[in-house]
């Protein structure tokens, strides 16, 4: 799903994220959650809305959802982002772009993105995870020539994706409300504010390295390499906004964004 289904993904951040994307993404949402609402039915590119009174007994009618005009609204809203800017910009991308080259991208951002997995797997004393996961980090970064290439998989070493979301259940905190956020997808309260803390982690590791301060231009270089991260993300997510063709959509993506999440924060029962 877009952003935690797209999950993502989200690897990498920098000062672009936590000053402009923010702000962008609020200003967009408060303009056109509007709109979005009142366009949903006019134009036969969004499936009509039914109402949940019709499924409540499904157990996708289960999950939390308080907010859930703001939250559809939302999810419309991401499916215009998607289809009008989103997607076209990562059509341009992917036309301009050799396959190997995307691969090679993805592969780097994706080596990033172990520091976030470590960062967790150590926060949930998962040990042998996290000595795996190191060891996948250092070995895509050097043999693997900083993640272009992923020699840690064919030594064994699998990825473990991990997040603060994660972390926070697998202590016990409950998932709280579901919410839709804008851009980044279905979340909910306890995975907006993993994402919030991951992010914060990130920064602080980016902040301090400032890898490209000595070029005298590392704000340009960050906002191209924080765009460029945010494309190949949305490259690597296959997920499409209403084309499963259910006309119910809404209430599946939100149930099986749910059911996973918990399955993967949940705690490994003790061997016997």
């Known amino acids: 799903m877009t952003v935690t289904r797209y999950s993502a993904g989200l690897t990498l951040t920098n000062r672009i994220i936590f000053n402009a994307l923010p702000t962008i993404a609020l200003m967009l949402s408060l303009s056109l959650t509007g709109c979005v609402a009142s366009r949903v039915n006019t134009q036969d590119e969004v499936p009509p809305m039914h109402s949940i009174s019709e499924y409540r007994d499904q157990r996708f009618a289960d999950v939390a959802d308080p907010w859930e005009r703001f939250n559809r609204n939302m999810y419309d809203f991401n499916f215009y982002f998607d289809k009008y800017f989103f997607l076209p910009v990562v059509s341009g991308y992917e036309f301009i772009t050799p396959t190997f080259l995307q691969n090679r991208i993805s592969g780097v951002y994706n080596n990033l993105g172990e520091i976030k997995n470590l960062t967790n797997s150590v926060f949930q004393l998962k040990g042998t995870e996290s000595v795996t996961t190191l060891g996948r980090f250092v070995t895509n970064s050097t043999v693997g020539l900083g993640g272009m290439f992923d020699p840690a998989t064919s030594f064994g070493l699998k990825r473990h994706p991990e997040d603060f979301g994660k972390t926070l259940g697998y202590w016990g905190v409950g998932s709280g409300a579901y919410l839709v956020l804008p851009i980044f997808g279905p979340s909910s309260v306890r995975d907006t504010g ?17 890898p490209f301060k000595s070029t005298g231009n590392s704000f340009a270089i960050s906002s191209g390499i924080t765009a460029l991260e945010f494309i190949d993300a949305r490259h690597q997510q296959s997920f499409r906004y209403y084309e499963s063709g259910y006309p119910f959509e809404y ?17 490994p029962l003790p061997l016997k």
């Open 251 to 267: 209430y599946m993506v939100r149930f099986f964004y749910h059911e996973k999440r918990e399955i993967e924060s949940r705690k």
């Open 194 to 210: 993993g994402l919030a803390v991951d992010t914060g982690i990130t920064y602080g590791i980016y902040t301090a390295i400032d």
